[in-house]
Every structure is written in C-alpha cells, then in structure tokens.
C-alpha cells in the first residue's frame, strides 16, 4: 500500500481550532522582490499551442458556471481508497455529485475512475469531467530504482523511458495527472525527501526535470497514454534548515535563483503541464501564499501557462506558520498570490464563494483559475471522452508488461554506483563456490521499492537480491542466507543473529552483506541527524570483515549515508539505492559483473554529518584549505576530519578504467554568440567493455559576486568497447556562464574561466583555461 505521509489529524484539529474571525491586511509578497529572470524568451510547448475552439469551448462552460461550480473545480479531494492522511470531508463521493470537486488524486484503476467519473459526469449539473491525481513518482505498478538513484545513472534516455513507462502503466488505471517530478535541489542528506529527487547539482537536475517532463507527458497530451506532469515543490523545499522536513527555508535570491529555481524553470521550458507550491516558507513567506514566486516568477517571467496546484493542505497550514489568521485569509493569500487548485484543504470550497462575494477576491481571478484547469482537462480530451483513461482492457494489456521488466531491471542497473573497489573484488569470480548473502536488506521485498512507490507492490513481486543471486549462481553454488542484522533503530545493542550471520560468512568464498536503511526512513517526513547504518548492522559489518573473507557491501538506502569505516574496511562498496521490482537481478547483473556499473553519484557522501550542507559546487572562502600545506591553522576546516567528503559529486567506478587526453578548445576566447567547443578523448583502457559518464565542470575565477569553485555545464555518457576510444565534445556559449549579478540582472561576465573534462568533480586531471571577452 502507498504510503503518502499526510499531515496528521491533530494537526488538522488544530488549524481548524486557529480559525478566528479577525483579518489581517494582505500584501502578499511584501518585500521580496523577485530576482531577474533568468532566459528572456520562454519557449512553449505543442499543448500551449492556441486552440481557438478550446477558448470558444471554454469561454461557454465559464459563462454557464455558478460560483459554486467554479470553487469545486478548484477543488482537489483524496479518496478514502488507500490514504493514510486524513480526509477533510465524509462522503468525497457526495461532494463529487454536487459538483463541489475538480479533480481527486489517491484513485486508480480502470474500475474505480470509471465510476467516480460517472458519477461527475453524469450526475451533475453541467456533467464536467474529474481529473484524477497521483503520485506516480518512480513508477506506477512496475516500480524503478527511487527518483535519486534514476539520477545516479545520468543516462536522460533511461530516465525519460521511466517515466514513458509509468505514464503508459498510470494511464491505463484512469490516472491523468502525477505529481512528479519532484525537482528540488538537495543539499542535505539528513532530509529525507533527498530521495525523491535529482541530488544536488542545479544542472544535472535541470536535464533529468527536462527527461522526466518528457517522459511523462510526451509530446502530444490527447494521446490517452501521455499523462500531466508537476514540477514539485516551488520552491526550495529542499533547503530546509537542519534537513528537517517542512522547515524554513531563508535564502539569498540569488542562490534561489542560480541554484535552486533552474530545474523549475527547465521543467517549464519543457512544457510541463502543472506546478506545486511547497510546504516551506522562503524568507518569510509561506511559498503557497507567494505572489513573488507563483506570479512574478512564474506567470510573469517564465510565462508559465498551466496551472498551479498546492501541497497537500498547505493552504490551511499558512495558519500554524503564522501567515493567516484564519483559513479564509489563507485561501485570500493563496489564491492571489497565484494558487488555482487547492489540495485537500477545503480552504477554496468553504471560503472562495464568500472571499469573492465580500469582494476579497475578484471574479476574474477565480475564472482564471478555472479556465487554466478545465483547459488540462480539455487538452487532455476528457470533454470528447471522460472515461479514455478508465480502459480495463488496456489496464490488463499493459500492467506489468515483461517489456517494462526489463527496462525497470536495465535501469536499475544504471543506477548503481560503484564507490570503491580495492583488489578487484568485484565482480565476483567465476571460481567463487560459496556466497554468504547477508543483511536486513538482503532478502527483504518490502524494502525494494522505496518510499513513493505508487501502486507498487510491495508483498510479492519485488525481486531481492538474494533471489537474483541465488538465480545467478546456479546450482553448482552454494548460497547461504541469514539476516544477521536489524536497521531497527532500537536495534543497536542486539546481537542475536550474529553467530548465524558469522558462520554463514566463514563458510563462504565471498560475502555480500546487503545493509543500509529501511525503505521509509527517507521520503517524506523521514529526517535522520545521523546518516550512519541504522540498528546493529554497522557491528555485524565490522566482525564480517574480520572474519578474514572478502566482503562486498552492498548499500541499499535513499541518501547519502556515512559509512567512514565500510569506506577504509571494506574491499568492495556498491550502492543500489531502492532498486525496484526488479533490483535484485540488477544487484546480481552487476555483482556477477554481467553489467559493468556506470554510475555516478548525485549527491555528495559525507564522511560524518558534521560536514553537512557539503556539496561540490560551495563558493571558496578568503581562507581555503590546502591539505597538502602543512601548519595551516586559521584556514576554512576541521580540526577532526577532512574537509574533503567521502566521495564527491559525479564519483563513480567501473570493472573497467578510462583515460582523459588533454582538452582542446576551438578557441581560447568566447564570446557573446561565439561559442567555444572543447574535446577531450577518452578511451578504455581496461578488458572489459563500459559505459563512462564523461563530465564538463568550469569555474568563473572572479566575479561581481563570488562565483562556486567548481560547476556541471555538460555531460555525456557513452559506451565504449575495450580499448576503444572516443572524441567528446562540448559546446559552451557565453549563456552557460550566465548567473545573477552585483546588480541583480542575469547575465554572463567577461573574464578568466577555468575548465575540467574528467570522470568527477574531484577529478582534477584535464584541465584548460579560456576567456569570456565582449
Ligand atoms: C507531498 C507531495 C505529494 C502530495 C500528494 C504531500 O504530502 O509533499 O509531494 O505529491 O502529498 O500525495
């Protein structure tokens, strides 16, 4: 069963017990101003195409409206069918039949859309269709590898194919919409929602919005297998102060707007359908009430034309913020800053009518709303046909096709990241006769598929790693299991299932201990102040490896987690994240070394949480530290431990090893609409065939304002055969220099760059330099 994590009850109770009939003038957005934007031109989508029949449709529906009828299209319910978050009213269905509902999400099946929206369509007065929502995050029934390991494949092609897939899967069960994909910049792994995204790197995030949009919604909505797509959470959410979930976010407008509002704008560009406020609020105002971000951002500079949905109840928890005194005054904030559909907070439906009637709230704003939402449900076709989404046959025909298997198992395996390989542990060898399968992780489905996992199935179809190796050996292996270890947090002291676990091991050729987190200690509501292995599992670890037998952990979690002592102990160190339905034949594909791993990390690995916020792209201080000068007291450090973390951004190895020529540059000046191209050649040099993410990183050395010692402008995967080579190119135009100035104005600066080709942001290997001029 999914598991949304909602606000609680007595939460609830206790914004309901805030209300109070005092008014507080409204100035929303008072002193933000928004920061320049940052591309002049938004581009459009085929769905934003002018339609004159849809405006003469639609200006017809409004004008035949009651006010009532237009709250409830900006109206959003859960179902009572599979929430675990409070529902706001009894009996959603009534609500549906008084046309007091637009759209529901927690619903799904042919079956069950078919008959809530018979009941919309045919039992009220102007018969409008629903719009069914849900969040179909990394898949729908055939589940892939959790948001944050997709990203760790860098592979846009695989990701875009995930999101194809869970639209495809999502479609056939009635849904229209899902609220993903969740482009958050994520800088600290101690949240966590750290899963859910894309990691920490405003480029790499931007290209994977950009897949995923894609991927979702292709290029033509009527298609009844294309599904809307959110762009998740607006904005910066993940910036949350301590990492923990819901807190203030207070930042600079300038890294609001160069770090962490790109990938919003990406999706945009990408012509992403729907937009949803955050939880947090940005400097001091709640992001559901913001009319700087949902209006002179997004309406105003990136021209965004679909609508705007809230986080769930995130209008009536402007109340607990101290933002509203009452939830009519929250429903005010929001629908003026810019909110068109309220998210299970009733606030539009017991509110709008009387806001608008006391003149609050004019007329034309909610008609604005409404349009913006009955032209998805028109651009989706549901005026032609409201049921084309509620297909039974299609439903069996498409559900779990051994086509989406496959790819989910292919994915999975691009996933995963190689951290350390000392010896070539890995891939196990073919003389192997025993294997000890060991771990809280090894053989548990449940944990599978991660937090988020939809309508996944988490009972039976999950494959585990132990499956897959076990299927993988063979019968001339033998394959030991035992659990050996809890990630209980309550856990820690026990030993019970060690001497099973040890014996196991001693009997064995290798050991492959499966450890890391329990699925929902990351996503929503999931905050840890420690990233270390949870229970007892880091105690079993240390007598594993002291048992003399080689050991391979395998670490299945949602972030970044701090194994300092598995990093200089343990020989060979995989993460796989929450591979999926099919993660434990992808552990085995690449264990057995059938995959070569290629990929690379999103997200920095600190080596103890002390050094969080840590991430590659940090401004550098007027006292940096040089490890290897010695005597350096009064620099930027630590007295205890290495600034460096434990592997950076972009890390990732391989069975096989790849060599950088030096870069050259077409020229060793840009300028504005001159761009430069730099190549570099890599080739592989070792036996096997792999697959290289190939990484591009600048560094402005002198700004108007301090520029970040290291930035992602380019990537590329490619696969290369042993021995083979290859040229990679990159094009950079002054506009990828581009960021927010003294002055506040988006631009580039001319001066000295610094460029690096190479396999990391750490890889300091192949390096040029070059010159903006004007
Ligand atoms: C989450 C959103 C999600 C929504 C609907 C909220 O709790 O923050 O990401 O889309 O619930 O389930």
Known sequence: MPVTGKAPFALLASIALLGSTAVIPVTPGFGQDAPASQAQSPARASWEAADPAME????????????????????????????????????????????????????????????????????????????FGYDVIHGHRTIFPISLGEAASWDMKAIELAARISAQEASAEGIHWTFAPMVDIARDPRWGRVSEGAGEDTYLG????EANVRGYQGDDLSRPDTILATAKHFAAYGAAEAGRDYNTTDMSMRRLNDVYLPPFKAARDAGVATFMTAFNELNGIPATGSKMLLTDILRDQWGFNGFVVTDYTSINEMIPHGYSVDLAQAAEQAINAGVDMDMQGAAFLDHLKELVESGRVSEETVDTAVRRVLEMKYRLGLFEDPYRYSDEARQKATLYRPDFLEAARDIARRSMVLLKNEGDTLPIAATARSIAVIGPLADSKTD???????????????ITPLQGIRERAGDGVTVTYAKGASYAFEDGDKTDGFAEALAAARNSDVVVAVMGERWDMTGEAASRTSLDLPGNQ??????????GKPVILVLMSGRPNTIPWAADHVPAILEAWYPGTQGGYAVADVLFGDYNPSGKLPMTFPRNVGQVPIYYNADNTGRPYTPDVHGQKYRSRYLNTPNEPQWAFGHGLSYTSFAYSPVTLSSDTIRPGQPLTASVTVTNTGARDGEEVVQLYIRDLVGSVVRPVRQLKGFEKIALKAGESRTVSFTLTDADLAFTRADNSFGSEPGAFKLWIGTSSDDNGQEADFTLTQ
């Open 448 to 462: 599978m598929i991660g937090s988020w996992s939809a309508a996944g199935d988490r009972q039976t179809r999950p």
């Open 56 to 131: 003469k449709f639609l200006d017809e529906l409004i004008a035949k409206m009651t006010l009532e009828e237009k709250v409830g299209q900006l109206t959003q319910l859960t179902s009572d069918w599979e929430s675990t978050g409070p529902t706001m009213r009894e009996g959603y269905k009534n609500d549906i039949r008084a046309g007091r509902v637009g759209s529901i999400f927690n619903a799904y099946t042919a079956e069950y859309t078919r008959e809530l929206q018979r009941i919309a369509v045919e039992e009220t007065r102007l018969g409008i269709p629903l719009l």
């Open 206 to 209: 931007s290209r994977i919005a």
């Open 538 to 547: 880091q105690a079993l670890l240390e007598q594993l490896v002291a048992t």
